[in-house]
């Protein structure tokens, strides 16, 4: 039995995998604040290239990967698959648990699948620079490493909580060329605004993206760019399901069930999408589960609404599971999920039950995530051990049921930054997760009643 299932070069997929084109719903149009009409494409191009712009309402069901961009991808994909062989022994389980790694990127998560083919479709329209926020600065670094493949500046506003808690996070964009600022900053006029009434402000992701958003707006051949939540970035991150789908083939199992950590949505649809190809057109059944946060449960308690999809007000009104724009989560150590929506189609899926939605607390992803370091001798991210536990879970499921299923995760990043949140966990003072009442979710879900058309 193999533990690590390679592939060659000449077997990364060639093109991306649009689910779109295989729902049963399709997703709702966004809708523009103002007239509460569908937005125009249009409205999008101050911001983005047109070849993306087109991704995000195509209804192709495969869009080809350019080779510029396959390339690229060439220097870390296609990723490894592993049996976690250690894992399975200590949990005594009949199931067998095998992980996609996505931390052997560049910026040691899945997020350079998308920048880099943000950075290079920006670059085919003459874009010179791209601009964009980051709370933990997973996103930051992805982009700015891309931008640097393809000769073009980047721009990031880090929330200065974490600009001043993670200087290794700043320093690695900065490596990769980016320059970061601590946001709130005074090179906006959005961050002025919050210095002048706050200047202590430790700063937050929808002043962040208002700062990002109007440095790309107000400079000539500047675009902006998001990691997570649209539709073209979760087409991007099917690359990895397709690839662990020709790795699981190779290593003679079928999964039955899916399971990835829940931010935004783009890791989920990564790895679930090109499984749920085969459930929505093959009459196949695996079950794909998306694992959040409990303290930030947009799939397990929010409600499916249209709403804005940052903390200001700036975009188009997204038809998602939300908790309401104004729901501020706990300050978990896994910074990438606590996110108050979900991704448009995703949203859809769930609300179609095509998908399934659980929700894991800090200690016990940490719990999870050390049982895993222990037996298979990688690091993950926080994010990651949210899907580690529900994996575990299924994987005693089984041993309690006496089923050996097949159970597939994605290890979406190393947790190589994050060493301050386990010395914390090791030390037994792991803090930051409060419960989430009933009360406070409706009184954040009822603040956007008013947004519904
Ligand atoms: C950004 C990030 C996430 C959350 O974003 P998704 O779009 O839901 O994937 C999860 N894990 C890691 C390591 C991240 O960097």
Redesign the pocket.
């Known amino acids: 039995m193999e533990r690590k299932i390679n592939l060659s070069e000449q077997e990364i997929p060639r093109f991306y995998y649009n689910i779109t084109a295989d729902m049963p719903n399709k997703p709702l149009p966004p809708l523009h604040p103002g007239t509460r009409q569908p937005i125009t494409p249009d409205l999008l191009e101050p911001l983005f290239p047109r070849e993306l712009i087109l991704q995000e309402v195509s209804n192709e069901r495969y869009i080809e990967i350019p080779p510029e961009v396959r390339k690229i991808y060439a220097q870390w994909r296609p990723t490894p698959l592993f049996r976690a062989v250690n894992l399975e022994k200590a949990l005594n389980t009949p199931a067998k648990i095998f992980y996609k790694y996505e931390g052997v990127s560049p910026a040691g998560?899945?997020?350079p699948n998308t920048a880099v083919a943000q950075a290079f479709y920006n670059k085919a329209e003459g874009i010179k620079k791209i601009t964009t926020e980051t709370g933990?600065g997973?996103?930051g670094t992805a982009l700015s490493y891309a931008c640097q493949m393809f000769d073009m500046d980047c721009e990031v506003f880090m929330v200065k909580v974490s600009y001043d808690q993670k200087p290794y996070r700043k320093i690695m964009m900065n490596t990769f060329g980016g320059k970061v600022f601590a946001s709130p900053s005074q090179l906006t006029s959005a961050g002025r605004k919050v210095l002048e009434s706050s200047p202590d402000s430790t700063g937050s992701l929808g002043i962040a993206i208002s700062e990002a958003i109007e440095r790309a707006v107000s400079q000539p051949d500047t675009h902006y760019a998001l990691?997570?939540?649209l539709n073209h970035?979760l087409l991007h991150?099917t690359i990895i399901g397709q690839e662990a789908m020709i790795q699981m083939e190779k290593a003679g199992h079928q999964p039955d069930i899916v399971i990835?950590?829940?931010?935004?949505?783009?890791?989920?649809a990564?790895i679930a999408f090109p499984f749920l190809r085969l459930n929505l057109t093959e009459n196949q059944y695996i079950r794909c589960i998306a694992v959040e946060p409990e303290s930030c449960p947009k799939l397990t308690r929010g409600e499916f609404r249209y709403d804005f999809g940052d903390t200001m007000g700036l975009t188009p009104l997204l038809p998602m599971f939300t908790l309401g724009h104004d729901f501020m989560p706990s300050p978990i150590h896994?910074g990438?999920?606590r996110?108050h929506g979900a991704?448009v189609i995703v949203s859809q899926l769930l609300k179609d039950g095509l998908i399934e939605a659980v929700s894991q607390n800090q200690q016990r992803c940490f719990d999870a995530g050390a049982q895993f370091i222990k037996a298979e001798g990688i690091i993950p991210?926080p994010?990651?051990t949210h899907a580690i536990a529900s994996a575990i879970d299924e994987a005693i499921r089984c041993r309690e049921e006496g089923v050996g299923k097949t159970i597939l995760f994605n290890l979406?990043?190393h947790g190589y930054f994050d060493m301050a949140a386990y010395d914390m966990y090791l030390s037994g003072k792991l803090n930051g997760e409060s419960q989430v009442s009933d009360e406070s979710i409706r009184a954040s879900i009822t603040a956007i009643d008013s947004l519904q058309p």
């Open positions: 998560s899945h997020k933990a997973q996103w990691g997570s939540v970035v991150q990835a950590p829940f931010g935004g949505g783009s890791n989920f990564g896994a990438g999920l996110y991704g991210a994010e990651a979406c990043g």
